[in-house]
């Protein structure tokens, strides 16, 4: 009985944060197509983990594992919403949306991705925050130690690419840490994401496992579908022609040095 309506109340739950998740992203997605601006389309993706993440540690034990995640997700989003929104104002818009911004659906169609995104991003965090239960003391300052790793890489390969463009709009970024290499931002959120689940890391194999698909989500996304593949095309159209650009692509790595 015990474990039928712990179930029940997991999968109740998972269903109330779905819901607030898409919620959040198609009331911006109103906002953001009726004075058709980009300005709430990065912000609303760091509102919406700030929310998953405090309503689910709401719920939580309040371990301390559950009060890292806590603090890690509100510094990764916190850092991540305020340069994009810096971003975005220099911008002006973002090129992405040139497309689909003024039809109703295909824009609706991205925000309503983003709202299921996130929530599937948010389970490396929501259903250990929501179970609770004993975590391995080692994997946890394994996995802090990796999303601090993270944490930090992206902000500075982001810090770097923004100085350097505001110099050098027009040319391609292959200093700093994109110097050997091409995606170091994805290399630093990717390594985010994979710390969350192993510092929550417990004595509950199936949890441990659906804990996993939000790191191999937010690896999906940028690796094949929203991330390289838009960016690496939009490079070769502006720089494909570039001798000096050949070259980079030759001395430097997409994502992980000497792998890959």
Known sequence: MQITIGCSYMLTTLLLLFGVSLGINLFMYLI??????DKLTDISYSITF????TWSFLLSDKSLAAILVLILIYLWAVRLGTYLMVRIKHMGQDERFNDIRTNKLSFLGFWFVQGISVF????????HMIEGYSIDKRLLIVG?????LGWGIEALADYQKFKFKKSHPDQFMSTGLWSRIRHPNYLG???FWIGIPILQWGNDFSINMIALIGPLWICFLLLKFSGIPILEKSWEKKYGEHPSFTEYKTKSYRLIPGIY
């Open 32 to 37: 953001a197509y009726t004075f058709q601006t």
């Open 50 to 53: 700030i929310v998953l993440a």
């Open 120 to 127: 599937i991003i948010s389970l490396s965090f929501l259903l």
């Open 144 to 148: 802090t130690t990796i999303s601090i």
């Open 189 to 191: 959120e990717i390594l």
